[in-house]
T-cell receptor, first 111, second 114 residues
Framework: KQEVTQIPAALSVPEGENLVLNCSFTDSAIYNLQWFRQDPGKGLTSLLLIQSSQREQTSGRLNASLDKSSGRSTLYIAASQPGDSATYLCALLSGTYKYIFGTGTRLKVLA | DVKVTQSSRYLVKRTGEKVFLECVQDMDHENMFWYRQDPGLGLRLIYFSYDVKMKEKGDIPEGYSVSREKKERFSLILESASTNQTSMYLC?????????????FGQGTRLTVV
């Protein structure tokens, strides 16, 4: 059974710092991995999608990598800003339709 | 941009009421999903649909049903609302199958059952 873990559960950093969020999974047979952002009381906003055949994707200050052999993905945020404060979730498409979510990392960027 | 719209941001219902949560997507996506999100439990899949009139149970379907009469609309029905169904409900859609499909979410409905 696929399990997805995100560590740490919470992270607090000063503004301007570069940071890495981690996502680990137990079964490498995945179709893709997606990173989301969730603001308090809101829905999920898609940040980056990495297909199974890809190693990384970039969007602005965000870079996500995927290493299926080690069961890991990382989300790198460069030059963090207070507006980056949110919960970050990773999700795997494992099987034809089913997404499996991690429990998230709650990020706070201090001004 | 893909838009997934949930009919209500906040709902308060009484125990025993029949509750309808509506979700509409505008990108002709085949797949639609209903999740609930609770603190400490993360997102859990209730039902999903991969085509009109088709539905599959997710991990926690008990107490819920769904309806998909049109491709763009996916409804979640709480047959007889109970207090343990108080939660954040999230609708999502995605296109096709396989690795290129990206999931998009609505803004969420915070349901309180009193």
């Amino acid at each position: 059974k696929q399990e997805v873990t995100q560590i740490p559960a919470a992270l607090s950093v000063p503004e301007g710092e570069n940071l890495v969020l981690n996502c680990s999974f137990t079964d490498s047979a995945i179709y893709n991995l997606q990173w989301f952002r969730q603001d308090p009381g809101k829905g999920l906003t898609s940040l980056l999608l990495i297909q199974s055949s890809q190693r990384e994707q970039t969007s602005g200050r965000l870079n996500a990598s995927l290493d299926k052999s080690s069961g890991r993905s990382t989300l790198y945020i460069a030059a963090s800003q207070p507006g980056d404060s949110a919960t970050y979730l990773c999700a795997l498409l494992s099987g034809t339709y089913k997404y499996i979510f991690g429990t998230g990392t709650r990020l706070k960027v201090l001004a | 941009d893909v838009k997934v719209t949930q009919s209500s941001r906040y709902l308060v219902k009484r125990t025993g009421e029949k509750v309808f949560l509506e979700c509409v997507q505008d990108m002709d996506h085949e797949n639609m999903f209903w999740y609930r999100q609770d603190p400490g439990l993360g997102l859990r899949l209730i039902y999903f649909s991969y085509d009109v009139k088709m539905k599959e149970k997710g991990d926690i379907p008990e107490g819920y049903s769904v309806s998909r009469e049109k491709k763009e609309r996916f409804s979640l029905i709480l047959e007889s609302a109970s207090t343990n169904q108080t939660s954040m409900y999230l609708c999502a859609s995605s296109a096709g199958t396989g690795g290129i499909t990206e999931a998009f979410f609505g803004q969420g409905t915070r349901l309180t059952v009193v």
